[in-house]
């Protein structure tokens, strides 16, 4: 029987490349946002190109909506295997302007979303006997970026759960691990460059252009560069691999 993949904020960027490539490796597919259209249009797209795929909106920072998310996968499919935490905002100011609403915000569904994803991900796994939870770091869970504070905060959280939920879970045969990637051209990097610019009294597109002029690898990132990276992390090939949280960024930042 074909294993099963849920990805969290999936309808687009980094999520979509990776629920591809996950059908492509014969994953069953469950698309998750809270762009419902958006998601059905990829779901087809998946569909038209041989991928079992169905869509089941969630909102990750609601718990309920998580377990929901999850029951229903199982339902539909009769397990989840890989549990993809991938869906994530930015917030772009210094940490001095940073509100307790913008902090909020960023935390109910970078920090709170991974958390409830990982909880209904893995009452689920347990039953099976087993799975895989992979998280959605980046280069700013893994060094400070001028202007992206609360960002960098809760990818530097996603790093600690990673861990923390790493030892917690492998006795039950579930491992944990993160990817973290750079600077990936996707609607996410059209915000950050929009708001950054504006501080930094730069021209649209420059902002992007400096991050990418710091890769050693010469270009900026392709979602599916991270994508073949879970894909990796989703296989029986990384079956004694945990707890970690790995850069997968061209060469910008080294440890
Ligand atoms: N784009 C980049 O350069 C990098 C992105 N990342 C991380 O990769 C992940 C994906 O990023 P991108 O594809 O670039 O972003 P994106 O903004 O293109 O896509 C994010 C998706 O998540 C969905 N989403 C947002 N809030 C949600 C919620 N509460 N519940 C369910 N879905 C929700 C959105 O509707 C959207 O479809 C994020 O966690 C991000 O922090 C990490 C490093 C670099
Ligand atoms: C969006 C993101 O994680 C960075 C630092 O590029």
Known sequence: MAKTAVITGSAQGIGK????????????????????????????????????????????????????????AAEAFGSVDVFVNNAGVDQVAPILEVSEDDLNKIFSINVNGTVFGMQAAAEQMKKQGGGKIINACSIAGH???????????????????????????????????????????????????????????????????????????????????VAKFVSYLASEDADYMTGQAILIDGGIVYN
């Open 17 to 72: 490349a990776i629920a591809t490539r996950l059908g492509n490796d014969g994953f069953n597919i469950v698309i998750s946002d809270l762009q419902e259209d958006k998601a059905s249009e990829t779901v087809q797209e998946l569909k038209d190109n041989g991928i079992e795929a169905i869509s089941i909106p969630a909102n990750v920072s609601k718990r309920d909506d998580m377990f929901q998310l999850v029951e229903k």
């Open 143 to 225: 060094k400070g970026f001028s202007l992206l504070g609360a960002y960098s905060a809760t990818k530097f959280a996603v790093r600690g759960l990673t861990q923390v939920a790493a030892q917690e879970l492998a006795q039950d045969k579930i491992t944990v691990n993160a990817y973290c990637p750079g600077v990936v051209g996707t609607s996410m990097w059209e915000r950050i460059d929009d708001k950054m610019v504006d501080y930094m009294g730069l021209e649209k597109g420059q902002a992007f252009e400096k991050f990418t002029n710091d890769i050693a690898l010469g270009r900026s990132e392709e979602p599916e560069d």
